[in-house]
């Protein structure tokens, strides 16, 4: 016989994982589901602000609400317009490229994101300063009389 096997049954090791191991194990588990079902909600929700972001601004903006070398942001749209010279208007996508954030200004001949600094052109929607990698999606403006539409 050996050690083990002279032993009274309740004085020998368990064989294979203790009770606490398994217990601890299920806990990552369920911790680490819970955190990759998070991230499947923050994607949808990026992708739900990418794709409201081509809805239009139907109502005609006044032309005199975007400064010559500025512009004006329509967080509700999700739509900035520019105007880069006199007369010169244009729009964007108003949401980041980066990671989805609404633009915060228009300043300085750039759009600037405050989440993570990233500047795109206000004559392009190229970027100027990252971390965003792709220029801002450009937009239809259509002028009629004092008024603009973007679509």
């Known amino acids: 016989m050996t050690q083990t096997e002279d ?7 368990p064989e ?11 806990g ?21 602000v990418a794709s409201s972001a081509t809805n239009a601004v139907k109502d005609a903006i006044s ?23 006199s ?9 980041c490229t980066h990671q989805s954030c609404i633009v915060a200004e228009v300043a300085n001949g750039t759009i600037n994101c405050a989440c ?6 206000i004559t392009t929607g190229a970027v100027k300063n990252g971390p965003a990698s792709s220029p801002l999606p450009e937009k239809k403006v259509t002028i009629s009389g ?5 679509t």
């Open 87 to 95: 007369g010169e208007f244009k729009a964007f996508s108003a949401v």
């Open 28 to 48: 990552t588990i369920a911790v680490g589901a819970v955190t990759l079902a998070g991230c499947g909600d923050a994607g949808q929700a990026a992708s739900d």
């Open 116 to 121: 993570h600094g990233s500047k795109f052109d």
């Open 146 to 150: 004092d008024g603009i539409t973007v």
């Open 16 to 26: 294979g994982p203790s009770r606490r191991v398994v217990l601890a194990s299920a």
């Open 7 to 13: 032993r009274a049954p309740e004085d020998r090791a």
């Open 63 to 85: 032309k005199a609400t975007v400064p010559v070398g500025g512009g004006k942001i329509f967080a509700d749209q999700k739509v900035v317009v520019t105007q880069p010279t």
